[in-house]
């Protein structure tokens, strides 16, 4: 297994749990109190809750105060997954009817019902449209009520001219955030999707207003987000997610095949085969060994071993973080800021944040990194 870096000893009881939740027969409490803590700040406690409660023999080796702790966590989030139900039904009345839209990630995952949404707790809803359909989408929810929060010229070029998607929205009183996405990746990112591709393999869902990624994109458009739009830091949830998108969609030799041809297709290869490594590692994916995914570089894989375990892996924080995680951590900040943007208009973007800084700050200064 990749090592772990200056993990506590009981993340591996977290991550077996998670892999087989058969395993919680041999849980001490003690090791019960680190692995809930883990788990709550992996945002997994409820993933983990669901997935030992559905398993009878389960629940009978798990102490009673642990179980106080797993049924709190499933009610949490079946509580934000109602909060999102209601959010995605008020967008639905608020879109015209002729306009396609898809919903992505988490809420993507619960329109669909997916065995891995149990437990998950949302925390927005993304929408995708076309980019020409881009202004009436949004003209539509501000018609409705939904608001942007308000940004200078820099904030809201920076979101229109450089990103995929529009300055966050909200509801007045409503809980869920909503971002209007126009493609899958920052208009100035390193990696681009085949986006005609991308909406027109965009499927229905039964029953559903909102329309989502083909199987194959809701896969790479999670390992995207992961490995090139993220900055690596407490995304334990995200490789879970993948893990589950894998054991949803892909069932045989030739699934597979066409995973790495539509990898290649949107030029996607090396995320996706990050992530795949690393699912099989820590949360024992079954991926064929001879998968023809071009790997990465050795020096940026042995780099990559070496960060991701310190900076996606959660921690007890009893005490301050080694120098080795704060190290990391600015790694996965550094390169995220790299593959983002070109390096001119990257130098821009420091400047212009750095200037910020000096001044006294707003929430909507503070929400472009």
Known sequence: MIGLGPADPCLQCLL????????????????????????????????????????????????????????????YSEHRVQMLRMELAALANALPVELPVAVLKGAAYIVQDFELARGRLPSDVDLLVSRGQLDQAEAALHDAGWVAEAGDAYVERYYREWSHELPPMRFPGHPVEVDLH?????????????????????????????????????????????????????????????????????????????????????????????????????LGTAIPSDLPLAAPPAVAIQLMDWVLPRCTLPRVPDRPAEISRRIAGLFGVLRYQWLRMPPGLLLRHLTHKGLQSLRPSTAAQRNIR
């Open 16 to 75: 077996g749990l998670l892999r087989d939740p058969r395993s919680a027969h041999s849980v001490s409490l003690a090791d019960w109190d680190k692995t809930i803590r883990l788990a709550r700040q992996a945002r997994l406690l409820g993933v983990l809750a669901h997935r030992i409660q559905s398993q009878a023999e389960c629940l009978e080796k798990v102490p009673d105060c642990v179980l106080g702790h797993l049924r709190s966590a499933t009610a």
């Open 182 to 282: 126009h493609t899958i990746t920052p208009v100035t990112s390193r990696l681009k999707p085949d986006t005609a591709s991308l909406f027109a393999n965009l499927q229905p869902v039964s029953g559903q207003r909102f329309l989502v990624l083909q199987p194959l994109d809701q896969i790479l458009h999670a390992a995207v987000h992961l490995f090139q739009d993220s900055e690596l830091f407490a995304n334990l949830r995200d490789l879970v997610d993948i893990d589950g998108l894998i054991r949803a969609h892909l069932h045989s030799a030739s699934d597979w095949q066409a995973l790495a041809a539509r990898a290649r297709q949107h030029g996607f290869e090396r995320p996706l085969w990050y992530a795949l490594r690393y699912c099989r590692a820590w």
